[in-house]
């Protein structure tokens, strides 16, 4: 049974920093891509970033790029984001996901999803 687990949130000030933790089991961890996406109150599922299987290639949401990093370690079958200066319009619940084939912005190619960690950023 695949599951991916996620952890790190919590209530942060503006400008602030939060790292968020995915770790899988039940896959091949290395085999897969995987992808950060939030979802805020009211709206849709947004992508936020992607890591290919190796973490050499990344792709993240303008609304993002330049703020947060992701990464993965491979031999703990986790994938990170470092989310770094913060904004109100970040607060959303954050969802990480596994491909199997690629690594993409579209919701509708991941296989496994996780259950989602709040992040709340306070002005």
């Known amino acids: 049974q695949v599951q991916l687990v996620e952890s790190g949130g919590g209530l942060v000030q503006a400008g602030g920093s939060l790292r968020l933790s995915c770790t899988a089991s039940?896959?091949?961890?290395?085999?897969?891509?995987m992808g950060w996406f939030r979802q805020a109150a009211g709206k849709e599922r947004e992508f936020v970033a992607a890591?290919?299987?190796?973490?050499?290639?990344?792709d993240y949401a303008d609304s993002v790029k330049g703020r947060f990093t992701i990464s993965r370690d491979n031999a703990k079958n986790t994938v990170y984001l470092q989310m770094d200066s913060l904004k109100p319009e970040d607060t959303a619940v954050y969802y990480c996901?596994?491909?199997?084939?690629?690594?993409?912005?579209?919701?509708?190619?991941?296989?496994?999803w996780g259950q989602g960690t709040q992040v709340t950023v306070s002005s």
């Open positions: 039940g896959l091949t961890f290395s085999r897969y891509g």
């Open positions: 996901a596994a491909d199997h084939l690629r690594v993409s912005r579209r919701l509708t190619t991941y296989d496994y």
């Open positions: 890591i290919m299987w190796g973490g050499a290639i990344t």
